[in-house]
């Protein structure tokens, strides 16, 4: 099993370490953004979806999303050789649809939805919510973990306290998405949603539509 | 600390070091250097038109490349929007005394849905510094909100800002709705944010896709011109 740290999910990634080695046949290769590292794995591991295989861009590619495509491109060329199929573990992620134009010319799928806090908490129950949800700044369990690299630092706010209100200010709750069932995030979670001055909530979403597209992956669900 | 004699008197330096001290100092998003820098070339005569031009929309101009090119994030174009604040807020009294040129007006805001608006909040500052009359709706526009403003304020241009995948699509709402109003052709619509592109623009029925605040600027300016050059 792969060891994992979520740290070095957010500027390093992780990559597959046989992919360059061989061929490997009827394995799928699962290339996604480091923020869902942890959550992948965990998915493979209680489907026991041994075939597949998982290969992470850093997901600090988010504060520049026009660089995601190429990025994307990039790993699925490299792998490509080596797997049978791949599959792309990204959402729109602020692209404006030029990544799901980019995976449909390679002849490669992705997950369906705008972001992660849509496809977790399942693309049609967040549109549904959305017009109520507008105020509400969204954390997922890799960002609770990394709140401050991600969110705090990036935002400058460890520098700059004052820009909360220029950041922040029309915002009233933070929602914590929850994928899994753990008692320190959500302490955690509150305590980010105290720096940030906004109300707290809690939601368990588990995986969502991630659990949903990765499903289609396995042996079993090839029609 | 910095070493004493480290230490710049703005007052000191002639203009022409002046005004790239100020440039820097925008860009370090220092607001008490900029409004001294501010009034030291009040005092030295210069027009307040001159001031906002030369040094502090030249200093955006900067700060907003550097933006583009990754070397600037977020945090730091707020902090240089902030100091360019607090120098607008001398000029902005005095460039109505004086008289400095009135471009055109345009209504700007957010669309439903989203609450991004460092950008567009960027697009009105320098829209403002080079002589646009601005009106701010702020965020989370449905259409009604525009269609309103843009009647009331007899506005020229239409400017809309949306950071989302699921928020930008509703830019055709509003120019859709326009368009069956027959009131499309009575502006000049121009959109922006992250994820747009010129295709998308275009597709939407806008006049213009800017990719920054100093694109949105030009833009405006030659549309407009062009807008007096039609036959009535
Ligand atoms: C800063 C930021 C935030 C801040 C916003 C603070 C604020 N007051 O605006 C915070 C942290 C609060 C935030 C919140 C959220 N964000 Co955000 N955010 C960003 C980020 C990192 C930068 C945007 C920005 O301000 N850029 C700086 C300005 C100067 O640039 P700009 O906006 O592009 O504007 C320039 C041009 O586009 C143009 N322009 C802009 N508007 C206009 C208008 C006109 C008329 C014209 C002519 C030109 C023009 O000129 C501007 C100046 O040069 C982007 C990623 C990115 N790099 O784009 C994500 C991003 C937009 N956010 C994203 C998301 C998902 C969210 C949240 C849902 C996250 C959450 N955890 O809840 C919420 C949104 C909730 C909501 N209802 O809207 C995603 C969107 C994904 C998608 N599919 O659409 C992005 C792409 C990040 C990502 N890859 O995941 N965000």
């Known amino acids: ?223 | 600390m910095v070493e004493e004699d480290d230490d710049l008197i703005l007052s000191e330096l002639p203009d022409e070091e002046l005004v790239p001290q100020m440039h820097d100092d925008l860009y370090d998003g220092l607001a008490d250097e900029i409004t001294e820098g501010v009034n030291i070339l009040l005092e030295r005569g210069w027009t307040p038109y001159d001031i906002l031009t030369k040094a502090l929309v030249e200093g955006m101009r900067i700060v907003g490349i550097d933006f583009r090119d990754g070397i600037l994030f977020v945090p730091e174009v707020l902090l240089a929007a902030n100091a360019m604040k607090a120098g607008m807020s001398i000029l902005k009294p005095l460039l109505i005394e004086t008289g400095a040129p009135r471009l055109g007006k345009m209504v700007i805001g957010t669309v439903k849905g989203d609450i991004h608006d460092i950008g567009k909040n960027l697009v009105s500052m320098m829209m403002e510094g080079a002589g646009f009359e601005i009106v701010d709706l702020g965020i989370n526009n449905p259409v009604e909100n525009y269609l309103e403003a843009l009647e009331r304020e007899r506005a020229d241009i239409l400017g809309m800002s949306a950071l989302l995948t699921t928020t930008m699509p509703y830019m055709k709402v509003v120019i859709d709705t326009m368009k069956e109003k027959g009131v499309r052709d009575d502006y000049i619509i121009m959109v922006g944010g992250a994820p747009l592109n010129e295709e998308f623009g275009r597709a939407i029925g806008a006049d213009a896709y800017c990719r920054d605040a100093a694109v949105a600027v030009e833009m405006a300016k030659t549309l407009m011109a062009r807008r007096h050059n039609l036959p009535a």
């Open chain 1, 1 to 223: 099993m792969l060891a994992l740290n979520d740290h070095g999910m957010v500027d390093a990634g992780l990559s597959a370490p046989q992919a360059l080695a061989g061929v490997f046949p009827g394995r799928v290769l699962v290339i996604a953004c480091g923020a869902l590292a942890r959550e992948i794995l965990a998915l493979r591991k209680l489907n026991r979806w041994d075939h597949l295989e998982l290969t992470c861009l850093p997901a600090k590619l988010h504060l520049h999303p026009e660089l995601i495509p190429d990025a994307v491109a990039r790993a699925i060329e490299d792998a490509r050789p080596h797997y049978d199929r791949i599959f792309v573990a990204y959402a729109d992620c602020g692209t404006g649809g030029l990544l799901a134009a980019r995976c449909r010319e390679l002849g490669v799928e992705m997950v369906a939805g705008p972001h992660c806090y849509s496809f977790f908490d399942g693309n049609a129950a967040f549109a549904a919510r959305a017009d109520a949800e507008m105020r509400a700044f969204f954390l997922t369990d890799f960002l609770v973990r990394q709140f401050d690299a991600f969110v705090w630092k990036p935002m400058g706010l460890d520098r700059h306290p004052e820009l909360r209100e220029m950041l922040f200010g029309h915002y009233e709750r933070l929602i914590y998405l929850a994928q899994a069932q753990d008692a320190r995030l959500d302490t955690e979670a509150a305590r980010c949603a105290r720096r940030l001055g906004l109300a707290y909530e809690r939601r368990t979403t588990g995986y969502g539509d991630l659990a949903t597209a990765l499903a289609t992956l396995s042996p079993e669900a090839v029609a």
